[in-house]
């Protein structure tokens, strides 16, 4: 699977970018599909667990109808790549859209069947792996380079969609009547994005270069009124298709046979260990925040708190938020730069939490905090929308800039099977960790995560604003490329930079 940014030379005057902010949002329901599927648990897990139930979920039983949504979107996320060149980006969407609506019957049908409720949720989680990947594709492919960030957040935004749908719903109608109407999701994905136009790097990939031109012609808004040259981005994407190939041709043993002999010859001063570093850490503090144990758990930890207002409506608070904050970010991100936000996100993060974690300690001491019984409200909001402006859409297109291109299909890979691997695990641990540390020892070690994600961006990440895919790739060279081995500077006659 190969990333492509759509050229952009200042001499050419660029399209217009209407059509393309409507392709990929409309691309990105199926990411609300998959924020249903996350946010979900929210308002049904206390209804499972509940005491009027004859036969309700225990802790552990609950643990694992949240995780196991996140277990399959690692396993779904491995072949998103390959399915995406060998079916295409629109058709496989399309056709992951059948999944989602197939587990929302089975939740429909499964009443408290633990195994149909893990099936239904493996089953979901599966389209939402390969979604999350596909999506980002897409997206990519068809927007200009200036416009790249915007669309970028929209994965993410709508992510927080389908959670606020959840939360919504969840509120308004019974447990059966939330699974019945995310049903309907799909659905209305299916139906929009249909008419979409098909990556157009994916049609030149497969010799289809009369469709690829008609698709650009429409996402770039070229009409008898409005004439904009496409053949300047055409050629730039062939020119890119060719430089993969040339790449592919050199990949002789299998996707994990090159993992192999690429690592073999790994070096900790290259150009793709600077990039795994970036990546890898970003995915890692992404979810070490604690983020999704809070939103997969917001309606108990408000209960939990012992808030003021009722928690389900607390809940929509924070789901409201979420969403407006995402989508300002992807103002901020084109103004403010990927660094800055990052670095603002993950202070303002563990502020957050270290303030809920002195809460609850009082709380569970016994302390009278009615007074304050707004603070737990105000702390997760604003966890929340610091996420949604920085920690939350920035490494998923941060990702596809940092990555050469001869390594993206196994460190993307691994990034996104790490990603997931973390959300599965911190929503497994997360009622265990309550259970045994208590909520002020949880969110205090969700704390020391965000101050050290905040050093790790502060010394590791640098800034990508603006700069082309080549531009950051040699600014990653010049960065890391110097540094040679003693077996290669021998080689090459060259000395170490320190020895200059």
């Known amino acids: 699977m190969e990333h492509f940014d759509v050229a952009h030379d200042e001499s050419l005057k660029g399209g217009k970018k209407a059509r393309q902010y409507i392709a990929a949002l409309l691309a990105s329901l199926g990411c609300l599909c998959g924020g249903a599927v996350l946010g979900w648990t929210s308002p049904a897990l206390p209804y499972l667990q509940g005491e009027d139930l004859n036969d309700s979920l225990t802790d552990d039983q609950g643990s694992w109808v949240g995780a196991t949504a996140p277990l399959?979107?690692?396993?779904?996320?491995?072949?998103?790549?390959?399915?995406?060149?060998?079916?295409g980006r629109k058709a496989m969407l399309l056709y992951l859209a059948v999944p989602y609506f197939v587990s929302w019957l089975m939740i429909v049908f499964a009443d408290t069947s633990v195994i149909i409720l893990c099936a239904?949720?493996?089953?979901?989680?599966?389209?939402?792996?390969?979604?999350?990947?596909?999506t980002s594709l897409y997206n990519e492919e068809i927007s200009e380079v200036e416009i790249r960030g915007a669309i970028g957040v929209y994965l993410d935004l709508m992510l927080s969609v389908g959670i606020l749908w959840c939360y919504l719903v969840g509120a308004m109608v019974p447990y059966l009547w939330l699974a019945i109407a995310s049903c309907g999701l799909p659905i209305v994905f299916f139906i929009t994005f249909v008419w979409m136009p098909e990556s157009p790097v994916y049609l030149l990939s497969r010799g289809k270069d009369e469709k690829a031109e008609k698709a650009l012609k429409w996402l770039r808004g070229v009409s008898p009124d409005y004439d904009y040259d496409i053949s300047y981005?055409?050629?730039?994407?062939?020119?890119?298709?060719?430089?993969?190939?040339?790449?592919?041709?050199?990949?002789?043993?299998g996707f994990w046979g090159d993992v192999r002999e690429t690592l073999a010859k790994f070096s900790w001063t290259s150009p793709a260990a600077e990039a795994s570093k970036i990546v890898f850490g970003l995915m890692l503090f992404q979810q070490m925040s604690g983020i999704d144990a809070v939103l997969f758990y917001t309606v108990e930890i408000f209960q939990?708190?012992?808030?003021?207002?009722?928690?389900?409506?607390?809940?929509?608070?924070?789901?409201?938020?979420?969403?407006?904050?995402?989508?300002?970010?992807?103002?901020?991100?084109?103004l403010t730069g990927r660094r800055f936000l990052l670095m603002i996100s993950e202070a303002a993060m563990a502020l957050c939490l270290a303030i809920l974690a002195i809460y609850f300690y009082f709380k569970d001491s016994g302390h009278d905090v009615s007074s304050i019984g707004w603070l737990p409200l105000a702390s997760v909001t604003t966890f929340v929308v610091m996420f949604a402006v920085g920690l939350?859409?920035?490494?998923?297109?941060?990702?596809?800039?940092?990555?050469?291109?001869e390594s993206r299909d196994w460190i993307n890979a691994m990034a996104v099977c790490l990603n997931w691997t973390l959300v599965f695990t911190?929503?497994?641990?997360?009622s265990l960790m309550l259970n045994s540390m208590g909520n002020a020892g949880t969110f205090g070690f969700f704390c020391i995560c965000c101050v050290v994600g905040l050093v790790f961006v502060a010394v590791v990440v640098p800034e990508?604003?603006?700069?082309?895919?080549?531009?950051?790739?040699?600014?990653?060279v010049k960065k890391k490329g110097p540094r040679l081995s003693l077996t290669d500077e021998l080689e090459n006659g060259t000395k170490p930079l320190d020895q200059k």
Request: hydrophobic letters at 45%; one cysteine or more; glycine letters at 10%.
């Open 304 to 334: 939990g708190a012992g808030s003021s207002m009722s928690a389900y409506t607390c809940t929509i608070i924070v789901g409201v938020v979420q969403v407006l904050a995402t989508g300002a970010s992807s103002l901020l991100v084109e």
């Open 392 to 405: 939350g859409p920035l490494p998923w297109f941060m990702m596809s800039e940092v990555v050469p291109t």
């Open 426 to 430: 911190v929503t497994k641990v997360f």
């Open 120 to 134: 239904a949720r493996v089953l979901c989680g599966l389209s939402m792996g390969a979604t999350t990947v596909i």
């Open 464 to 476: 990508t604003k603006g700069k082309s895919l080549e531009e950051i790739q040699d600014d990653l």
């Open 72 to 87: 399959g979107a690692l396993v779904g996320a491995l072949p998103g790549g390959w399915l995406a060149d060998t079916f």
């Open 233 to 253: 981005e055409i050629s730039h994407m062939k020119n890119r298709l060719d430089e993969a190939v040339s790449i592919a041709s050199m990949k002789k043993h």
